[in-house]
C-alpha cells in the first residue's frame, strides 16, 4: 500500500485479517476476485481500501485526480448504509491525515450514493463534477445506463464492487445486474475489475462465474 494507506491501516488495526491477506494481491494485481469469508472479516474494506490505493497513487503521480468516476460499489439498498461510513468516509478522513503527517500533498477523493431516492439537486452535482467512487443498487445503475448523462459518468469507470453478492446471483434481481455488467464492460471499453463480496457464497464457483460473466471464465 502507499505509505499514507499503511500508516492509517497500521494505527488502526492490529493487522490485516486472513480474507485481505488473500484477496489484496489479487485486487491490486487487477484480478477479478470474489471475496467469501464470514462477517467481521473486513470485507468491504478489503474492496474500498484497494480502490483508495488506487486512486492516492494516481493522485500524487499526476498532482490531482480527473472529474472521473473510476469505482463503482453496488449493493442492495438495505447495504448501501451499512458500514459505509466505517469502511469509506473514515478511511478516506484518515487517510488524509496521514498524508498531512507525511508531508505529502492531499488528495481529494470524491464519493456520493446514486439511489432513486437522491434528489434531483445532488444528482446535478454529480453531473458537473462526478464522484471517484459511485455508491448505487442493481436498479439505479440500470437507469444510469440508459440515460446520456449517466453513461457519461460511468463510461470511466476500472472498477466494480458488487456487496452482498449471494443476496443477487440466484433471482431475477441478479441475471439484471449481470446484463447491466456487461453493457457497463462495454461502455468503458475494457475489462473491469470485479469484486464480489459475500459472507455466505454457495456453490462458489457458480457465483464467480456469476461476478466475471461467462465470457471471462
Known amino acids: 500500500f502507499h505509505p499514507a494507506i499503511a500508516r492509517w491501516f497500521g494505527a488502526t488495526f492490529p493487522g490485516p485479517t486472513e480474507a485481505q491477506v ?13 471475496v467469501a469469508a464470514p462477517t467481521g472479516s473486513g470485507k468491504t474494506l478489503t474492496a474500498f481500501l484497494a480502490a483508495i490505493d488506487a486512486l492516492v497513487r494516481e493522485s500524487q503521480e499526476r498532482g490531482g485526480l480527473p472529474d472521473e468516476t473510476r469505482v463503482l460499489y453496488v449493493s442492495p439498498l438495505k447495504a448501501l448504509s451499512n458500514d459505509i461510513a466505517l469502511n469509506l468516509e473514515a478511511p478516506l478522513a484518515g487517510i488524509g491525515d496521514a498524508l498531512r503527517e507525511l508531508d505529502l500533498p492531499a488528495v481529494e477523493i470524491r464519493t456520493a450514493v446514486r439511489t432513486g431516492d437522491t434528489p434531483q439537486s445532488a444528482r446535478a452535482r454529480m453531473r458537473r463534477k462526478p464522484p471517484h467512487i459511485l455508491l448505487t443498487t442493481p436498479e439505479s445503475l440500470y437507469v444510469l445506463l440508459c440515460s446520456e448523462s449517466g453513461r457519461a459518468m460511468l463510461r470511466t469507470v476500472r472498477s466494480v464492487i458488487v456487496d452482498e453478492i449471494h443476496a443477487m446471483a440466484g433471482n431475477k434481481r441478479g441475471s439484471h445486474l449481470a446484463l447491466s455488467l456487461e453493457r457497463l464492460e462495454a461502455l468503458a471499453g475494457h475489462p473491469l475489475v470485479r469484486i464480489g463480496l459475500s459472507a455466505t457464497q454457495k456453490p462458489v464457483e457458480e ?10 471464465m
Do not use: D
Not at 207 to 216: I, K, P, T
Open 207 to 216: 457465483v464467480a462465474r456469476f461476478l466475471v460473466g461467462a465470457g471471462n
Open 22 to 34: 488473500a484477496a489484496w494481491p489479487a485486487i491490486m494485481a487487477q484480478r477479478s476476485t470474489l
